[in-house]
């Protein structure tokens, strides 16, 4: 039997237990991907399959430091559907340049679609090459040219500062989504998360109090675009993590446009008093909800599809919250596909065993091993 994700109506006045459920294959997942050449490897094949051979909505990569966790999410980030990238950021090994492949189902972006997309870095070659190239050059286009196909990682070296909420040119900044900067954060400069966070709090309060009272203005030969869809995810993501911690997310200060919290005290607190576990999981999901509405501005994020990878996801965490991280990401957020590193056994733990995938070192001087099932949850 084929699993399912939920999605709700798309309507921002129904709550958010009100959902219909849709087939797995509607919404972009990784299938599988294939590493060969890139230290500390050598050779990897990884499944994101479940027993049942549909793609998993989590997967936990447990592993110690030095095992190769963010070489992996890299590899990702090099062969995704709209930007293949020679994988410059990872160790070749001795007999040549990286060789990556990924499989990817593509959901709404392509519904018509039998058999998943295979994309490969520059250089890596298939028996059916010649045909796979071009169908990899289609995809490319399409989505430079029509948006679509999520694939966001963030990154082990992210960080938040504390500077004032800035919010300017929406339409450059906010609703401007470029396939081939979803991994911006790869770079350690850019791995500030406060300054995008805050912008994607603040616009989803701000659009989404605009929509005037009464029905929702549509241009005609437009989608129609619900702000209040965004304001309603942004609003029940963000307070749904920051509760782990016990507090309360009100929405924005209304002289400052600061995001506002509550502590359990009942006293108001800004976003950069929050302790910096809290801000860390609210960077997450307001920035995820902000990839997802610029890509699919006509979709409910809390349903909107994609693949989010996220390293060291236990970073600040205490083991309280590690336990309740995937489940708590796995419903926020019903249409992304989340992918995360951790050295974390209790991180690790709370995940299903068919969740779980283990890299490991034997011995010394070893190439990294990778193990799942029951044989991922032995120490």
């Known amino acids: 039997m084929a699993r399912t994700v939920s999605q709700t109506n798309g309507s921002p006045d129904k709550p958010a237990g009100a959902r219909r459920l849709l087939p797995w294959w509607a919404a972009m997942r990784l299938v599988h991907a294939t590493l060969r050449g890139v230290v500390p490897f050598g050779e990897l094949d990884v499944d994101f399959r479940d027993p049942h051979g549909d793609p998993r909505s989590v997967t936990v990569v447990h592993g110690g430091a030095g095992v190769g966790k963010t070489m992996l999410l890299n590899a990702l980030a090099c062969t995704r559907p709209g930007n293949t990238t020679v994988a410059t950021s990872l160790c070749a090994a001795e007999d040549g340049p990286p060789r990556l492949a990924c499989a990817w189902h593509l959901g709404e972006d392509e519904p018509t679609r039998p058999h998943p997309l295979v994309v490969c870095t520059p250089g890596t070659a298939l028996d059916d090459d010649a045909l796979r ?146 801000r860390h999981l609210v960077a997450i999901v307001a920035i995820t909800i902000k990839t997802l509405w610029a890509a699919y501005p006509t979709v409910d994020p809390r349903t909107a599809e994609g693949v989010v990878a996220i390293d060291d996801a236990d970073l600040h965490q205490d083991p309280t919250v590690q336990l309740e991280l995937v489940r708590t990401l796995r419903t926020v957020l019903l249409g992304v596909q989340w992918i995360v590193t951790t050295s974390s056994a209790h991180l690790a733990a709370a995940a299903a065993p068919g969740e779980v995938i283990a890299l490991r070192r034997m011995s010394e001087g070893d190439r990294v091993s990778l193990f799942v099932d029951h044989q991922a949850r032995t120490h």
């Not at 029905?215 to 209040?228: A, C, I, M, N, T």
């Not at 993501?237 to 309360?248: K, P, Y």
């Open 133 to 278: 190239r071009r169908e990899q050059a289609l995809f490319d286009r399409r989505a430079r040219e029509q948006g679509g196909f999520v694939f966001l990682l963030l990154p082990a070296n992210r960080w938040l500062s504390r500077q004032a909420v800035s919010l300017h040119a929406p339409a450059r900044s906010m609703l401007r989504y470029d396939v081939r900067s979803t991994t911006a954060f790869d770079q350690g400069t850019s791995a500030d998360l406060t300054r995008e966070t805050k912008q994607a709090l603040a616009y989803a309060a701000i659009s989404s109090a605009l929509v005037p009272v009464g029905r929702l203005e549509v241009s005609e030969g437009h989608p129609r675009v619900d702000p209040r869809q965004l304001g309603s995810a942004m609003h029940e993501a963000v307070d749904t993590v920051v509760r782990l911690f016990g507090f309360v997310y009100e929405s924005l200060d209304p002289l400052s446009l600061e995001p506002r919290f509550s502590s359990p005290g009942g006293r108001r607190l800004p976003f950069d008093a929050l302790p910096t576990r809290a």
